[in-house]
């Protein structure tokens, strides 16, 4: 009580008192803080109940003051003062020793102040930096102290200054094997005392303060790239970042505040474009480990199963946001806080990467790559229960989503697909077991399992990465084998008007004769109704006229299997506006990759080798195939990856999936072959189903919500899938539309 009562009564003293020249007030303050040591025999009591927070403070508006009334980078008598007689290496030792108790958090409050709030750059002087790096050490130290939260502004005010500086982060990579130890500091006052009455040495360091064994001789000042250079001078011995370890050290804190700070200060250091800090940050420090160790534990702590919907649908998660309720997430599902902790976690690992300087975001998405998605969940992919394969194949799918950064998800894709680019044959198939899998599971027998892989392969394609592409299709349709290698003149003639692929097709059992007896549209008659091949098709360059292709998907259902016509808004119109926007997002992503604008001249194509659609495009083909058996949720998905494959704008993959009128060789098929045979299949059911169409429309509205749910109508999953088909084809024809106009005015514009 007398002494809080002594403080007052000293700044009322002062405020009557006349004012003193800035330095010599400064000194003031300076030496009855060093008096207390000398002069106070109670080493027990808190700092707050001194003077000693009182004079720091004053301390700082001091030189905030001096600093406004020079001008600008010019080093005032005050702080000449502290840099000389190193004032920073006698308060970190006092901090250290915290005598009195808490005078730790005073030194950390005052570092953090200064570094603040002097705009002049302070850092690349010796007796700053020297003992800021001294201070960093004692960060970190023990959780939960009480200190903990001024050690993180501190940190934090350091990491803000170098990147500010990144230059400067050289003076806190330390040499391991030319680091000394420092000497002990005197517990408690006495020791203190000691070294702050010590005699004058005539050394520029008033009142005889405190100095360490490593000062050096070299000055007030030094330079960034003598510390750099000194350092590397030593090839075989590594750097210590104490800086990183302190914060990594604080990351794990109980306070969740304290973590965001910590992890804030992190991705400040990893976007430093130092590459010697980038080096030692990757091999000196465990972030990595930190990084992966945590996000495998996350995902451990997950349920076994959870719903997909539950996984897709919880909200978006940005990491540093994370507020809860345990209580009300329980109660939404079971296993939301699991999921949304690690969500979180994931989002800060990819924005770290994503900023990270380059040669370290490459070690620490490999890091993930490594030590998450091999190690935890590749076994979790490639489980044989479906609830498990469900859960972390909705997991995976909502990791795809959530990816940004380049590094990271180049890493994923060589995770999942490989990192072969030659092209694919039926004994290659099998070369990657995951991607294998997963392929696998698009048909799987659980029709959730092939809903949720199909999904993830829907956003895997969308994602800004090339090889996703170039593993799934391209390099299967890279030299056009696809197309028969016959020059014109020695083609088969046609037979009966018919093309000798359409005959082959009229062999098949699935066009054999209309078992109907009114015999209303045989296969035979409605082949002649599907495009030919013919080069009055073909424009000069070796192009199918657009309206000819549009016209051949709108066509491709017959009349009596389309319901849309009867149903407002439901238009190839709105396909095309839908085409329009998602071919020009997809261009966006793809300018870069410089895609030809015309296919690869047959000349420099290798016809002759055998031609494989890839077995990703096998297993979508084969779905496709069967869209008349499968479930209407099923078909959606299918269709959707097809039309967002059709959507690329590779030439090869518009003239493979979107042309009707190349010359497949024989063996191959087309998306439109596919589609072909389907319709072939309907036009003879058809012919077995009363009152066929009243059904389609009545399945339609129903879709729509038009209609209520009411009695049950036959042949449900066959009246869907032409539904579905219809649409389908509505869709491609638009598509198809949309990329020739595209095409004809880019290559038309200046």
């Known amino acids: ?28 303050h300076w030496k009855a803080i060093t008096h207390y040591y000398i002069e106070t025999s109670d080493d027990k009591a808190p ?67 200064l570094l603040g709030r002097i705009r002049q750059p302070l850092l690349p002087h010796i007796n700053v930096h020297r003992p800021v ?18 050690e993180i502004q501190f940190l934090c ?34 020791g203190v005392t000691e070294n702050l009455s010590a005699p004058d040495t005539g050394q520029p360091q008033a009142e005889g303060l405190v ?8 000055g007030a000042s030094c330079s960034p790239t003598t510390t750099s250079s000194s350092s590397s001078n030593n090839n075989n011995s590594s750097n210590n970042y104490n800086l990183v370890t302190s914060l990594l050290n604080l990351t794990k804190s109980p306070d969740g505040r304290v973590v965001v700070k910590a992890c804030e200060g992190l991705m400040l250091l990893v976007s430093l ?149 030659e092209p694919e044959t039926l004994a290659t198939i099998t070369g990657n077991p995951l991607r294998h899998r997963l392929i696998e599971h698009c048909d799987h027998l659980s029709d959730e399992i092939s809903i949720m892989t199909l999904r993830l392969f829907e956003h895997l394609i969308q994602k800004p990465s090339q090889h996703i592409l170039h593993s ?96 407002e808004g439901t238009g190839y119109d709105t396909y095309l506006r839908d085409a329009h926007r998602q071919f020009k997002d997809y261009c966006g992503v793809c300018i870069r990759w410089d895609w030809r604008g015309s296919p690869k001249p047959l000349e420099k194509c290798n016809l002759d080798i055998p031609f494989f659609e890839g077995h990703f495009l096998k297993v979508l083909f084969d779905r496709m195939g069967r869209i008349l058996d499968q479930p209407y949720d099923v078909n959606l998905q299918v269709t959707s990856v097809l039309s967002k494959l059709s959507l690329l704008p590779h030439p090869h993959m518009h003239e493979y999936l979107l042309d009707p009128y190349i010359n497949l060789a024989p063996g191959c098929r087309s998306l439109f072959s596919v589609i072909v045979r389907v319709v072939g299949d309907l036009m003879l059911r058809i012919q077995r189903i009363p009152d066929f169409t009243p059904k389609l429309l009545l399945v339609r509205k129903r879709l729509l919500g038009l209609e209520p749910e009411g009695i049950n109508i036959d042949h449900m999953t066959l009246l869907e899938g032409v539904i579905v088909l219809e649409e389908f084809c509505k869709e491609l024809a638009a598509i198809a539309f949309v990329k020739f106009h595209a095409t004809a005015s880019s290559s038309s514009s200046p």
Not at 48 to 67: C, F, K
Request: some cysteine; charged content about 25%; hydrophobic content about 35%.
């Open 1 to 28: 009580m007398f002494s809080k009562f002594t403080s007052i009564l000293q700044h009322a003293v002062e405020a009557l008192a006349p004012s003193l020249p800035l330095q010599e007030d400064f000194v003031y």
């Open 133 to 150: 790096q001294k201070l960093i050490r004692l960060c970190g130290e023990v959780l939960t102290a009480p200190t903990e939260n001024e």
């Open 472 to 567: 799934l299709v391209l390099r299967s349709v890279e030299d056009r084998n696809y197309l028969e290698n016959k020059p014109q003149e020695e083609k088969e003639p046609l037979e009966n008007g018919q093309p000798h692929d359409a005959v082959d097709l009229e062999e098949d059992p699935l066009f054999g004769d209309d078992p109907s007896p009114d015999n209303r549209l045989s296969g035979s008659d409605w082949l002649s109704s599907s495009p030919q091949q013919s080069p009055d098709h073909l424009k000069p360059d070796g192009k199918t006229e657009v309206h000819k292709i549009v016209n051949s998907f709108l066509c491709l259902v017959p009349d009596e299997a389309k319901s849309s016509y009867h149903v």
């Open 47 to 113: 700092v707050t109940d001194t003077n000693i927070p009182s004079h720091l403070e004053q301390m700082l508006d001091i030189l905030t003051q001096e600093e406004s009334e020079r001008e600008s980078g010019e080093t005032g008598p005050c702080m000449e003062y502290l840099l000389h007689h190193k004032i920073l290496e006698t308060l970190y030792t006092l901090g250290k020793a915290d005598c009195p108790p808490g005078m730790k958090q005073q030194v950390l409050t005052f570092y953090t102040k």
């Open 273 to 421: 474009p130092e590459p010697a800090a980038a080096k030692c940050l990757m091999e000196n420090t465990e972030l990595c480990e930190l990084l992966t160790d945590r996000l495998a534990s996350f995902y451990k702590a997950l349920p076994k199963s959870m719903d997909p919907l539950d996984i897709e649908t919880v909200e978006a998660v940005n990491w540093g946001l994370d507020v809860y309720n345990l209580k009300e997430d329980a109660a939404v599902f079971t296993g939301k806080r699991a999921l949304i902790s690690f969500l979180s976690w994931l989002d800060y690992c990819d924005q770290l990467i994503k900023e990270a300087q380059k040669s370290a975001a490459a070690v620490m998405a490999r890091a993930v790559r490594d030590r998450f998605f091999v190690a935890v969940m590749e076994p979790q992919l490639m489980q044989t229960s479906e609830v498990g394969i469900l859960t972390s194949t909705a997991l995976l799918n909502r990791i795809i989503r959530q990816v940004t950064s380049e590094a990271l998800l180049q890493e994923m894709v060589y995770f999942l697909l490989g990192e072969d680019t």
């Open 157 to 190: 005010i350091v990491c803000a200054k170098l990147k500010q500086d990144p230059y400067l982060v050289n003076f806190f990579l330390e040499n391991q094997r030319a680091k000394r130890p420092e000497t002990k500091s005197s517990e408690g006052a006495a």
């Open 211 to 218: 100095t360490t064994p490593q000062q050096p001789r070299a």
